[in-house]
């Protein structure tokens, strides 16, 4: 038995927000990943996220593909159309379902072996394409499914739990990101809800593909010493860059910062991300810098974290693809059917 | 007397031999629009390298008076404008034909052959004498050529003329070129020799119920007005073409003239995974969404189409076939792909699949395919081939009924959902194995994990035997029900059709039982584009009073007409164009009919089929008045 419903357990004095649900109406099923798996506390920052929003669950559809991190969508959002789809393959349905209905909220959930070895082509090309999505790559460096494989995020030097050391060079999701013009690109990690609530508000919000790539420890087989995705390792090496803080529109501003360190983002629904720079010299704005200074922290063998990069999203599949502003599937037939008329003429020019 | 068929006035074939990348398409497109404008039935096919430039190239052109269109292999002139190629064109022309070349340069020696005429022109010299740069004269060429053909058959120069100008009607100083280039080539034949040849041509008035036009143009048009508005794609040959088609045809007829906005968003995928992918999730959302592609592909979309197959995702699949395995011979046609879309993607598949003959069904195969996908739930292939969807076939003009709209199948609506006191999106509610669904954003209530992981009836995870069996039957339900969905199978029994001269029919489709008795003892079973040659060969024998009776296999999975035709019969033909014989297979595989009563003749190297091949493997199983063979090809 792998399905558990959970049973919506409602407290007196829950907090409700703006369409008058708590929390509680966000989760999903039970999850049936190991107790302590990263990916829960990413779950509950993904649910913490949308209930601050205050966005309409079934407008959302969350995808994903295989592998643990794609078991997540089941975890949130019930009443939400759920895609669990091909491994590696999560994008091309994205795209495929963007491209029908733009009006709904997409959510991909992936792992470090769907986006960065079977699935690292759809993954570069959701970039270029653009599709406008929250992109949530749950990484913890193994494969957890088929028992403890190196992924393709594995570190080299990492030791895997059976003491096999990696030698091959990992692939870093947020350098791909960036080198492929993605506008929206950070880095979090699942231990540190503070900072990761606000990026996948931002992220949501984003007019445009939002990748955040999560450290998002696997406690059975990359828990170790020697592991450099555990949640000991990332804690003493994260390096926090940027903190981020997203305000809705309408909301007060929560944290005041000394003048000249702020950055303050307009996102297109009103909103803002205020990003405040922790290292002077890094400007999350700037392409080029971003992608040297991320660089020489990772050399320094520190995890860069933060909402690292944010641009205009530019144009997005339905606008260089000038589709028509509602939703493709609420075109009624007589819009698209161009009628009898219309094939005589066209068998005109057929000699 | 010739040895293959008679010839004559508006009854021949001609090849014309060119180099690729020389602008020589356009002129025999020229040629072959041109005889279609006379009124006679005309058929081209282009035989083509996969290269851009200097690899040779051959389009070849049949008239035949009683408008069969099956390729002829009996070329009785051949225009060789290749001397790379000249060796096999030449060999290639009947006994008694003639050969129009270039003799600026003399044939080198051992090419001629005593029993044809060779007819030479200095084209290239003639052209080098009238126009300027070299570019202009290498194109002019073509268009001497044309203007040779004029004398020579008989052309209607003023439909040639009428159709440059329309060409180049904002071009006057090409037109002028291209006038002069006819002039010359006509003239310069008139004067060499005996003008028209035997084989030449009258206006008729055989075509103007008729359009030109290739399978994969007319599926586009069928996508157009089936609705669809996502189609996704990776570029191969042969069905490119379609999305180009699909792409034009959109871009006339789907943009908002307000707002300059398109009303269908075409994504040019980076592999075929991704297109099968973004198919699905177009369809998952309630789109009608389409991908065309050909073999290669689909083996790549295969574990898609596993997904679609399973999660119930409608989907619609366009494999224009080509010759296979592995990369094959791109640019040749063949029926390889049969087993493939029957039963694509690992584990316990099967597909609906609808099998075109010209491009009159492509149009109306594409339309029903979005009908099928939505209405079953299910993948749904079109499967044609290169022949037909890359080639120009004369069809009856295609018409449109005004009052059809799209079979949604049973999608919920929101009202729908806010009232249903329970919705389970695998459930079989109304006990025909056809669940109802629901599109995402519409319905809180409509909600559900759509996955291809093991699911039970209520959409839940399942790793439990019960409940994983229950589904999986109730699909394979589902599909094998389509059987008396897809078009009806055409048969012709009898000597039905086939007194006077012509194609005794051409099948609409019907969802009517077919007949349940035969008289004749040898049934033919064919599908696909085989079927002009099979018709034009079972036409033969009949008119020689050999009935055999015809079934053409139109959709998959079969229906009860099939299993009667097998049964009905004492031996059946399956006439295919694969090595492996795969319609034979799959007939054997899904009816009761024993293997051994059906005989397979297969033509599989890469050329649409013609009806020699049909007659010659018969031959070998059952007596065929030796007047029908060629020369040496009695059993």
Same mark, same amino acid.
């Given at each position: 038995?792998?399905?558990?419903?959970?049973?919506?357990?409602?407290?007196?004095?829950?907090?409700?927000?703006?369409?008058?649900?708590?929390?509680?109406? %966000?989760?999903?099923?039970?999850?049936?990943?190991?107790?302590?798996?990263?990916?829960?506390?990413?779950?509950?920052?993904?649910?913490?996220?949308?209930?601050?929003?205050?966005?309409?669950?079934?407008?959302?559809?969350?995808?994903?593909?295989?592998?643990?991190?794609?078991?997540?969508?089941?975890?949130?959002?019930?009443?939400?159309?759920?895609? @669990?789809?091909?491994?590696?393959?999560? $994008?091309?349905?994205?795209?495929?379902?963007?491209?029908?209905?733009?009006?709904?909220?997409?959510?991909?959930?992936?792992?470090?072996?769907?986006?960065?070895?079977?699935?690292?082509?759809?993954?570069?090309?959701?970039?270029?394409?653009?599709?406008?999505?929250?992109?949530?790559?749950?990484?913890?460096?193994?494969?957890?499914?088929?028992?403890?494989?190196?992924?393709?995020?594995?570190?080299?030097?990492?030791?895997?739990?059976?003491?096999?050391? @990696?030698?091959?060079?990992?692939?870093?999701?947020?350098?791909?990101?960036?080198?492929?013009?993605?506008?929206?690109?950070?880095?979090?990690?699942?231990?540190?809800?503070?900072?990761?609530?606000?990026?996948?508000?931002?992220?949501?919000?984003?007019?445009?593909?939002?990748?955040?790539?999560?450290?998002? $420890?696997? #406690?059975?087989? @990359?828990?170790?010493?020697?592991?450099?995705?555990?949640?000991?390792?990332?804690?003493?090496?994260?390096?926090?860059?940027?903190?981020?803080?997203?305000?809705?529109?309408?909301?007060?501003?929560?944290?005041?910062?000394?003048?000249?360190?702020?950055?303050?983002?307009?996102?297109?629904?009103?909103?803002?991300?205020?990003?405040?720079?922790?290292?002077?010299?890094?400007? $999350?704005?700037?392409?080029?810098?971003?992608?040297?200074?991320?660089?020489?922290?990772?050399?320094?063998?520190?995890?860069?974290?933060?909402?690292?990069?944010?641009?205009?999203?530019?144009?997005?599949?339905?606008?260089?693809?000038?589709?028509?502003?509602?939703?493709? #599937?609420?075109?009624? %037939?007589?819009?698209?059917?161009?009628?009898?008329?219309?094939?005589?003429?066209?068998?005109?020019?057929?000699? | 007397?010739?040895?293959?068929?008679?010839?004559?006035?508006?009854?021949?074939?001609?090849?014309?031999?060119?180099?690729?990348?020389? /602008?020589?398409?356009?002129?025999?497109?020229?040629?072959?629009?041109?005889?279609?404008?006379?009124?006679?039935?005309?058929?081209?096919?282009?035989?083509?390298?996969?290269?851009?430039?200097?690899?040779?190239? &051959?389009?070849?052109?049949?008239?035949?008076?009683?408008?069969?269109?099956?390729?002829?292999?009996?070329?009785?002139?051949?225009?060789?404008?290749?001397?790379?190629?000249?060796?096999?064109?030449?060999?290639?022309?009947?006994?008694?034909? &003639?050969?129009?070349?270039?003799?600026?340069?003399?044939?080198?020696?051992?090419?001629?052959?005593?029993?044809?005429? *060779?007819?030479?022109?200095?084209?290239?010299?003639?052209?080098?004498?009238? *126009?300027?740069?070299?570019?202009?004269?290498?194109?002019?060429?073509? !268009?001497?050529?044309?203007?040779?053909?004029?004398?020579?058959?008989?052309?209607?120069?003023?439909?040639?003329?009428?159709?440059?100008?329309?060409?180049?009607?904002?071009?006057?100083?090409?037109?002028?070129?291209?006038?002069?280039?006819?002039?010359?080539?006509?003239?310069?034949?008139?004067?060499?020799?005996?003008?028209?040849?035997?084989?030449?041509?009258?206006?008729?008035?055989?075509?103007?119920?008729?359009?030109?036009?290739?399978?994969?143009?007319?599926?586009?048009?069928?996508?157009?007005?089936?609705?669809?508005?996502?189609?996704? &794609?990776?570029?191969?040959?042969?069905?490119?073409?379609?999305?180009?088609?699909?792409?034009?045809?959109?871009?006339?007829?789907?943009?908002?003239?307000?707002?300059?906005?398109?009303?269908?968003?075409?994504?040019?995928?980076?592999?075929?995974?991704?297109?099968?992918?973004?198919?699905?999730?177009?369809?998952?959302? /309630?789109?009608?969404?389409?991908?065309?592609?050909?073999?290669?592909?689909?083996?790549?979309?295969?574990?898609? !189409?596993?997904?679609?197959?399973?999660?119930?995702?409608?989907?619609?699949?366009?494999?224009?076939?080509?010759?296979?395995?592995?990369?094959?011979?791109?640019?040749?046609?063949?029926?390889?792909?049969?087993?493939?879309?029957?039963?694509?993607?690992?584990?316990?598949?099967?597909?609906?699949?609808?099998?075109?003959?010209?491009?009159?069904?492509?149009?109306?195969?594409?339309?029903? +395919?979005?009908?099928? +996908?939505?209405?079953?739930?299910?993948?749904?292939?079109?499967?044609?081939?290169?022949?037909?969807?890359?080639?120009?076939?004369?069809?009856?003009?295609?018409?449109?009924?005004?009052?059809?709209?799209?079979?949604?199948?049973?999608?919920?609506?929101?009202?729908?959902?806010?009232?249903?006191?329970?919705?389970?999106?695998?459930?079989?509610?109304?006990?025909?194995?056809?669940?109802?669904?629901?599109?995402?954003?519409?319905?809180?209530?409509?909600?559900?994990?759509?996955?291809?992981?093991?699911?039970?009836?209520?959409?839940?995870?399942?790793?439990?035997?019960?409940?994983?069996?229950?589904?999986?039957?109730? !699909?394979?339900?589902?599909?094998?029900?389509?059987?008396?969905?897809?078009?009806?199978?055409?048969?012709?029994?009898?000597?039905?059709?086939?007194? /006077?001269?012509?194609?005794?029919?051409?099948?609409?489709?019907?969802?009517?039982?077919?007949?349940?008795?035969?008289?004749?003892?040898?049934?033919?079973?064919?599908?696909?584009?085989?079927?002009?040659?099979?018709?034009?060969?079972?036409?033969?024998?009949?008119?020689?009073?050999?009935?055999?009776?015809?079934?053409?296999?139109?959709?998959?999975?079969?229906?009860?007409?099939?299993?009667?035709?097998?049964?009905?019969?004492?031996?059946?033909?399956?006439?295919?164009?694969?090595?492996?014989?795969?319609?034979?297979?799959?007939?054997?595989?899904?009816?009761?009919?024993?293997?051994?009563?059906?005989?397979?003749?297969?033509?599989?190297?890469?050329?649409?089929?013609?009806? /020699?091949?049909?007659?010659?493997?018969?031959?070998?199983?059952?007596?065929?008045?030796?007047?029908?063979?060629?020369?040496?090809?009695?059993?």
């Amino acid at each position: 038995m792998s399905y558990i419903t959970k049973p919506v357990a409602r407290h007196k004095g829950d907090r409700t927000n703006g369409l008058g649900l708590t929390t509680r109406d %966000y989760e999903g099923s039970m999850s049936t990943l190991c107790a302590g798996c990263g990916h829960d506390s990413v779950t509950a920052a993904l649910i913490q996220a949308f209930w601050e929003l205050d966005v309409e669950p079934h407008r959302v559809a969350k995808l994903s593909g295989i592998g643990c991190s794609s078991k997540t969508p089941t975890y949130f959002i019930k009443e939400a159309h759920g895609f @669990n789809s091909v491994h590696g393959r999560m $994008p091309s349905i994205a795209a495929g379902a963007n491209a029908a209905n733009r009006d709904l909220l997409y959510v991909g959930i992936s792992g470090d072996g769907d986006s960065l070895s079977i699935g690292l082509g759809q993954f570069c090309h959701a970039i270029r394409r653009n599709v406008n999505m929250l992109y949530v790559l749950e990484n913890n460096g193994v494969y957890g499914l088929t028992k403890g494989q190196f992924s393709a995020s594995a570190d080299i030097g990492s030791k895997s739990k059976k003491g096999e050391v @990696n030698r091959q060079g990992p692939i870093d999701p947020v350098s791909v990101a960036l080198t492929l013009g993605a506008t929206f690109v950070a880095r979090s990690f699942s231990g540190d809800k503070q900072q990761l609530v606000p990026i996948l508000e931002a992220g949501l919000e984003h007019d445009g593909f939002a990748f955040v790539d999560v450290i998002s $420890p696997c #406690v059975t087989f @990359n828990d170790h010493v020697g592991s450099t995705k555990s949640y000991a390792y990332t804690r003493t090496h994260m390096h926090e860059v940027v903190q981020t803080d997203f305000v809705p529109i309408r909301s007060e501003i929560r944290t005041e910062y000394a003048e000249g360190t702020v950055r303050e983002v307009k996102m297109h629904d009103g909103s803002s991300v205020r990003l405040r720079k922790v290292d002077d010299d890094y400007d $999350p704005t700037d392409r080029h810098a971003a992608i040297e200074y991320l660089g020489s922290v990772a050399d320094q063998g520190e995890i860069a974290t933060g909402l690292l990069y944010l641009a205009e999203a530019g144009e997005d599949l339905h606008r260089f693809s000038a589709t028509v502003d509602q939703p493709l #599937v609420s075109l009624g %037939y007589e819009e698209l059917c161009p009628g009898s008329e219309v094939l005589r003429e066209v068998q005109k020019e057929w000699w | 007397m010739v040895t293959s068929g008679d010839f004559g006035v508006n009854d021949f074939a001609f090849k014309v031999a060119t180099v690729n990348g020389t /602008g020589s398409a356009s002129a025999n497109g020229l040629l072959l629009q041109a005889l279609f404008r006379m009124g006679i039935p005309v058929s081209g096919k282009n035989v083509f390298p996969s290269n851009i430039q200097g690899l040779p190239t &051959w389009y070849e052109i049949r008239v035949n008076k009683d408008s069969y269109t099956a390729r002829s292999p009996d070329f009785h002139l051949v225009v060789a404008m290749n001397p790379q190629s000249y060796g096999r064109d030449i060999e290639e022309v009947v006994s008694g034909g &003639w050969i129009l070349y270039d003799d600026t340069k003399p044939l080198e020696e051992e090419l001629v052959r005593d029993d044809v005429t *060779f007819l030479g022109l200095p084209l290239a010299e003639m052209c080098v004498r009238e *126009f300027e740069g070299s570019r202009t004269r290498i194109l002019m060429k073509n !268009i001497t050529y044309v203007g040779a053909l004029v004398a020579l058959l008989d052309i209607d120069v003023e439909v040639v003329k009428g159709m440059l100008q329309e060409k180049f009607s904002h071009k006057q100083h090409l037109m002028e070129a291209n006038f002069r280039a006819i002039e010359m080539g006509a003239s310069a034949a008139r004067e060499r020799f005996d003008c028209p040849l035997p084989i030449r041509l009258e206006r008729m008035d055989a075509t103007s119920d008729c359009v030109m036009v290739t399978g994969n143009a007319a599926a586009a048009l069928g996508c157009v007005y089936a609705g669809a508005t996502v189609g996704a &794609w990776y570029p191969i040959t042969p069905s490119t073409s379609l999305m180009d088609g699909f792409t034009e045809y959109c871009e006339r007829f789907r943009v908002d003239p307000e707002t300059g906005k398109k009303k269908f968003c075409i994504i040019q995928a980076e592999d075929e995974l991704a297109a099968a992918g973004m198919v699905i999730g177009a369809g998952w959302m /309630g789109a009608r969404a389409f991908t065309p592609t050909s073999g290669p592909g689909i083996s790549l979309m295969s574990e898609f !189409i596993g997904l679609a197959y399973y999660a119930e995702i409608p989907s619609v699949f366009f494999d224009v076939q080509r010759t296979g395995p592995s990369t094959g011979m791109p640019t040749r046609t063949q029926q390889g792909d049969l087993m493939l879309t029957a039963y694509a993607s690992h584990g316990d598949t099967k597909h609906i699949v609808l099998f075109p003959a010209d491009p009159k069904e492509c149009f109306e195969f594409a339309v029903a +395919a979005f009908d099928l +996908a939505e209405r079953f739930q299910t993948p749904t292939f079109v499967v044609s081939d290169l022949d037909i969807g890359m080639n120009d076939w004369m069809i009856p003009r295609l018409e449109w009924d005004d009052e059809y709209r799209p079979d949604r199948g049973k999608v919920l609506s929101a009202a729908e959902l806010e009232e249903a006191e329970s919705f389970y999106r695998y459930l079989d509610v109304d006990g025909d194995h056809v669940p109802y669904r629901s599109l995402p954003g519409v319905h809180p209530k409509g909600a559900y994990f759509t996955r291809g992981s093991g699911h039970d009836k209520y959409g839940r995870y399942t790793e439990g035997s019960d409940e994983y069996i229950e589904v999986v039957d109730r !699909i394979l339900k589902k599909v094998e029900s389509a059987a008396d969905s897809v078009p009806e199978p055409e048969v012709l029994a009898g000597s039905h059709g086939s007194n /006077g001269a012509g194609p005794s029919s051409r099948g609409e489709l019907s969802n009517g039982a077919g007949p349940t008795s035969y008289d004749a003892r040898y049934g033919l079973v064919s599908i696909g584009g085989c079927h002009w040659a099979v018709l034009e060969a079972r036409d033969e024998l009949t008119r020689r009073g050999l009935d055999v009776d015809y079934l053409r296999v139109r959709g998959f999975p079969f229906n009860q007409t099939v299993e009667d035709f097998l049964v009905g019969h004492e031996r059946i033909f399956v006439i295919e164009q694969n090595r492996d014989e795969q319609l034979r297979k799959l007939l054997t595989i899904e009816t009761g009919c024993p293997k051994e009563k059906l005989t397979s003749i297969t033509y599989y190297g890469g050329q649409p089929l013609s009806k /020699g091949h049909v007659l010659e493997g018969l031959a070998q199983h059952i007596d065929v008045p030796p007047e029908l063979l060629p020369a040496g090809a009695a059993p």
